[in-house]
């Protein structure tokens, strides 16, 4: 292990560089913290190694320092600890509580995949949303599902489908369960649907299509915003909504929804093509997958999108 000495080289010899290591060797064993080290270790430390280990508490003193005043280390995120290996003192670096914080909201963010979806999403809780008593059947319905899930993650649970009108909350709401279940560990995407249908129409052409409705059948936990509010599409019905929803039942994955349409007039909504045929028995296919993967809640209130 390096000593102190080492650092001046041969030029210890020379009076002038003694003194300048005499110097630093005092500021070092001067530090309170160094003296409380030393003082809680003095058994384990002989006093030759100790000689040999004044260049490893100046580096925790410059590390130390560097750190409280603002300055970027060459470990970034990390901080200096001491610590006795062999009867030598040793520098080793931890993560500091803010490099942690910091690292534990990214792995909240990555677990949830907003997709077309406001950033601010990100940030809601159940516990910051407003509880009114018409949200009281809706947040006692998110709080049920999670608590389930995360006592029995291996089981099927109904997840929601949450109907009400426009700004009263439905897209928070299933943002605010997300974010909930990203602090369990699961991972959920949470996707707009009436821009998703113009993204598929657009991912045929450059060949992604498949990845992306792969994507849509395999997210452990997916929420469909404002389905309902897309253009009328067969195509989007048969070959997209009805593809993920009868894999998702197939594979009891958990899937939300919300909408403006009761499940009903949903039905309704989805047996209309965008030619005009009226095709029941599809749409009927349809929100049978959709009844199994889910039950409906009705969120009430004002429209909370201006206010």
Same mark, same amino acid.
């Given at each position: 292990?390096?000593?102190?000495?080492?650092?001046?080289?041969?030029?210890?010899?020379?009076?002038?560089?003694q003194q300048q290591y005499q110097k630093i060797v005092a500021e070092v064993l001067q530090d309170k913290e160094v003296q409380q080290f030393l003082q809680e270790h003095q058994d384990e430390i002989p006093q030759e190694n100790l000689v040999k280990s004044y260049s490893a508490l100046l580096e925790y003193i410059q590390q130390r320092d560097a750190r409280n005043q603002?300055?970027?280390?060459?470990i970034k995120g990390m901080e200096p600890l001491l610590r006795v290996n062999q009867g030598f003192v040793e520098v080793v670096?931890?993560?500091?509580?803010?490099?942690i914080q910091k690292q534990q909201q990214q792995d909240l963010t990555n677990r949830i995949h907003a997709i077309n979806m406001p950033k601010n999403l990100l940030q809601v809780t159940l516990n910051s949303? @407003? #509880?009114?008593? *018409?949200?009281?059947e809706t947040f006692?319905?998110?709080?049920?599902?999670?608590?389930? =899930?995360?006592?029995?993650p291996n089981e099927f649970h109904r997840a929601i489908y949450l109907v009400g009108s426009f700004g009263v909350g439905k897209t928070y709401f299933l943002a605010a369960i997300a974010n909930e279940l990203a602090q369990l560990g699961f991972e959920t995407t949470l996707v707009h649907v009436p821009t998703l249908s113009s993204e598929l129409k657009s991912a045929i052409g450059a060949n992604r299509l498949e990845e992306k409705v792969e994507f849509l059948k395999t997210s452990?936990?997916?929420?469909?915003? @404002? #389905?309902?509010? *897309?253009s009328n599409s067969a195509w989007?019905?048969?070959?997209?909504?009805?593809?993920? =929803?009868?894999?998702?039942?197939?594979?009891?994955?958990p899937t939300f929804f919300s909408s403006n349409l009761t499940i009903?007039?949903?039905?309704?909504?989805?047996?209309?093509?965008?030619?005009?045929?009226?095709?029941?028995?599809?749409?009927?296919?349809?929100i049978e997958r959709v009844r199994f993967l889910s039950k409906e809640i009705f969120l009430a209130g004002e429209n909370r999108r201006y206010s």
């Open positions: 292990m390096e000593g102190m000495q080492d650092l001046f080289g041969n030029k210890t010899a020379t009076t002038e560089f603002g300055v970027e280390t060459y670096y931890r993560p500091t509580q803010e490099f949303l @407003d #509880i009114t008593k *018409e949200r009281q006692q319905a998110s709080l049920q599902f999670i608590n389930e =899930l995360s006592a029995k452990p936990i997916l929420m469909l915003d @404002d #389905i309902g509010a *897309e989007f019905r048969d070959e997209i909504l009805m593809i993920v =929803l009868e894999y998702r039942m197939m594979q009891q994955l009903e007039e949903l039905q309704e909504h989805l047996s209309v093509s965008n030619r005009g045929d009226v095709e029941l028995l599809k749409a009927k296919r349809l």
